[in-house]
């Protein structure tokens, strides 16, 4: 508590500013209805005949200069008073300039209506002011019974009765520090608001009928210091967590205004990416900066006082917080636990929740435009997912240790959220093969929303090879997809042959499972299903019978092969004839039934009706 006090000599009398510049002063001035009182003090002290007498003090509060008169204040202000009886200091008047006065000039004003005996109206929002300042004076009981600090103290202790006024009072003391602090009047407060509020008293009946959130709306107006001396007063008094978890949600809303802004996939990924992202930090660059630092300091205490509990808050909740910690760049250590906060609650998450910005940052907070790589491009942070999800599942490998606990409800929502983040083309295979596999083999019980998400990356990225679409497709399980899902694959040009040969081989078994009543059948007209079913019994007989064909020729061809190394060995040591390698050869051609004339009977044949009854299956499928 500094007290920062200056005492000049006086210049010259007149109107001038007593040596400081640009200050505007002030006298004193008794109303004549208050004569009565300063007749008393003109019978005790014979310089302070007429309120007219001139002013012998001039005492600067920020910038206004008060002239006063020297015994009302050093008759209640010790502090006033030690600075006049110095013997270095002339009795004619003085200067005095009070530095860092709590509650600035209003309430210096209010103090000298005080020294004067003038009435003063003392309330919630300057009581703290007051009381402060009556300390900083030294207004204590050794000089006049009845003093301002006793005063003020009296008061205060009655304002904290009251509910309101204790909110008042507490706002107050934002502009006090540290006076506020070394006087109790703050924790004091703090005590009071938590009292009633893990009590459930208030002072209406309105918020008396709501025991559980009446108090919400007042805290939720205080500054996030004192918010959490509360929480933590409230937690002592063994509130229940959900309780606490609902009110710091209530603040969080009303101090974080990008919380409840959600990022719905890339259905609009044609905007600019710094206007979809970044626009938190258009306009002047040292306001955003400021700006950025007060939320991530909100984000981060908000975090702190977060009951360990996992019913206290919901999981959309601990996922908003982290897209704002991951956008205000809070520390590892936040991030890490909000994540592992998340893993155990992922369940109750929804895909929106788990699409988190992906933000680049250089020094203090600024936006990096030139991207290293592609991947950086990426518009969701596919790492922090990915890490939730390896909480979730330590978590379930630890209490199946202990119980059955069942919770491997995630699988859908896991591929949901591929299906989204598929549409961006900065995502490379690998990241999205690394989150699609996430999940243990036995999690999936239908691979339908996998097969979406894997189509809708074959869409997005065209350019992939033949043998990247199949280390895509082989993530799916193509016997876990339904006939439904199955139908469509088996027309999906952007599918592989391969996977679409064991799509059909599916889908067989499924029709006969359907028709021997196993499992639904598909809807629509039983004439034109039965119609369809028959011709996918036929393509499917000729696809094996094919299939077939080329393994009869693989094997020959391998026989052959191994006759012609053989007879190779024996001419090892005799020169070479065309006529070895030429009957060696034909044997191959007749292996493949290779006429002559150049028609194709072999492999080429067993291509071309696969292709074809893939075709007649895609055309049959489309009518029906």
């Known amino acids: 508590m500094n007290k920062s006090l200056q005492v000049t000599q006086p210049q010259e009398s007149g109107n001038q500013s007593h040596g400081f510049d640009q200050v505007s002063?002030?006298?004193?001035?008794?109303?004549?209805?208050?004569?009565?009182?300063?007749?008393?003090?003109?019978?005790?002290?014979?310089?302070?005949?007429?309120?007219?007498?001139?002013?012998?003090?001039?005492?600067?509060?920020?910038?206004?200069?008060?002239?006063?008169?020297?015994?009302?204040?050093?008759?209640?202000?010790?502090?006033?008073?030690?600075?006049?009886?110095?013997?270095?200091?002339?009795?004619?008047?003085?200067?005095?300039?009070?530095?860092?006065?709590?509650?600035?000039?209003?309430?210096?004003?209010?103090?000298?209506?005080?020294?004067?005996?003038?009435?003063?109206?003392?309330?919630?929002?300057?009581?703290?002011?007051?009381?402060?300042?009556?300390?900083?004076?030294?207004?204590?009981?050794?000089?006049?019974?009845?003093?301002l600090i006793s005063k003020t103290e009296a008061f205060l202790t009655f304002v904290l009765s009251s509910w309101k006024d204790t909110i008042t009072v507490l706002k107050s003391c934002e502009t006090l520090s540290p006076w506020a602090e070394n006087l109790q009047i703050v924790r004091r407060c703090c005590d009071s608001i938590a009292c009633k509020a893990s009590k459930g008293n208030s002072d209406t009946a309105d918020e008396a009928a709501n025991p559980e959130g009446w108090w919400f709306d007042d805290m939720a107006t205080l500054h996030i210091d004192k918010f959490m001396r509360i929480i933590a007063a409230i937690r002592a008094k063994g509130t229940k967590p959900e309780i606490i978890g609902k009110c710091i949600m209530h603040y969080a809303k009303r101090w974080l205004p990008g919380l409840d802004v959600e990022l719905e996939g890339l259905r609009g990924y044609g905007r600019v990416k710094d206007d979809l992202q970044f626009s938190i930090f258009s306009g002047k660059e040292r306001e955003n900066l400021r700006h950025s630092k007060e939320q991530r300091t909100i984000v981060e205490?908000?975090?702190?006082?977060?009951?360990?509990?996992?019913?206290?808050?919901?999981?959309?909740?601990?996922?908003?917080?982290?897209?704002?910690?991951?956008?205000?760049?809070?520390?590892?250590?936040?991030?890490?636990?909000?994540?592992?906060?998340?893993?155990?609650?992922?369940?109750?998450?929804?895909?929106?929740?788990?699409?988190?910005?992906?933000?680049?940052?250089?020094?203090?907070?600024?936006?990096?435009?030139?991207?290293?790589?592609?991947?950086?491009?990426?518009?969701?942070?596919?790492?922090?997912?990915?890490?939730?999800?390896?909480?979730?599942?330590?978590?379930?490998?630890?209490?199946?240790?202990?119980?059955?606990?069942?919770?491997?409800?995630?699988?859908?929502?896991?591929?949901?959220?591929?299906?989204?983040?598929?549409?961006?083309?900065?995502?490379?295979?690998?990241?999205?093969?690394?989150?699609?596999?996430?999940?243990?083999?036995?999690?999936?019980?239908?691979?339908?929303?996998?097969?979406?998400?894997?189509?809708?990356?074959?869409?997005?990225?065209?350019?992939?090879?033949?043998?990247?679409?199949?280390?895509?497709?082989?993530?799916?399980?193509?016997?876990?997809?339904?006939?439904?899902?199955?139908?469509?694959?088996?027309?999906?040009?952007?599918?592989?042959?391969?996977?679409?040969?064991?799509?059909?081989?599916?889908e067989q078994v499924k029709m006969k499972a359907a028709m021997q009543g196993k499992e639904p059948a598909a809807s629509g007209n039983n004439s034109e299903n039965d119609g369809n079913q028959s011709s996918v019994n036929r393509d499917i007989k000729a696809l094996k019978a094919e299939l077939d064909n080329v393994k009869s020729m693989v094997a020959e061809l391998q026989s052959d092969y191994s006759e012609l190394q053989r007879e190779y060995g024996k001419l090892s040591n005799k020169p070479k004839t065309s006529p070895g390698w030429s009957s060696g050869w034909q044997k191959i051609k007749k292996s493949f039934h290779i006429k002559p004339d150049g028609n194709d009977n072999g492999d080429g044949q067993g291509r071309s009706n696969l292709a074809r009854s893939r075709s007649s299956s895609r055309r049959r499928l489309s009518a029906s």
């Open 25 to 147: 002063n002030k006298s004193i001035v008794i109303p004549s209805k208050f004569t009565t009182a300063t007749e008393s003090f003109k019978k005790e002290y014979s310089w302070f005949t007429t309120p007219q007498i001139p002013t012998d003090l001039s005492i600067q509060v920020q910038e206004i200069n008060y002239k006063v008169h020297k015994y009302p204040l050093i008759s209640k202000c010790g502090y006033i008073g030690q600075m006049i009886i110095q013997p270095s200091i002339s009795n004619s008047g003085y200067d005095i300039k009070l530095d860092n006065f709590p509650g600035g000039s209003e309430t210096f004003e209010i103090i000298l209506k005080f020294c004067y005996s003038l009435p003063i109206d003392l309330n919630a929002n300057n009581v703290a002011r007051l009381r402060c300042a009556s300390e900083f004076l030294e207004m204590t009981e050794e000089l006049e019974d009845g003093n």
């Open 301 to 506: 205490s908000l975090v702190s006082i977060i009951p360990p509990q996992q019913e206290a808050v919901s999981c959309k909740f601990l996922l908003q917080i982290l897209k704002l910690a991951t956008m205000y760049s809070a520390s590892s250590a936040l991030t890490s636990d909000l994540e592992q906060r998340v893993g155990m609650m992922l369940e109750d998450a929804e895909v929106n929740d788990l699409l988190i910005p992906r933000y680049q940052k250089g020094d203090q907070g600024k936006l990096l435009h030139m991207p290293s790589s592609p991947e950086e491009c990426m518009m969701h942070d596919i790492d922090v997912v990915q890490r939730i999800v390896e909480y979730f599942l330590m978590q379930e490998k630890q209490m199946q240790h202990q119980q059955k606990s069942g919770k491997f409800n995630i699988s859908r929502l896991l591929d949901n959220y591929l299906a989204e983040i598929a549409r961006d083309p900065n995502l490379s295979i690998t990241k999205f093969q690394v989150v699609a596999e996430l999940l243990p083999a036995n999690a999936r019980s239908c691979d339908d929303c996998l097969y979406r998400a894997i189509d809708t990356y074959l869409k997005t990225h065209p350019s992939l090879t033949e043998h990247d679409c199949g280390r895509l497709c082989k993530i799916m399980n193509c016997d876990k997809l339904s006939l439904d899902a199955c139908m469509h694959a088996a027309q999906n040009d952007r599918l592989p042959l391969r996977t679409v040969i064991q799509v059909l081989f599916s």
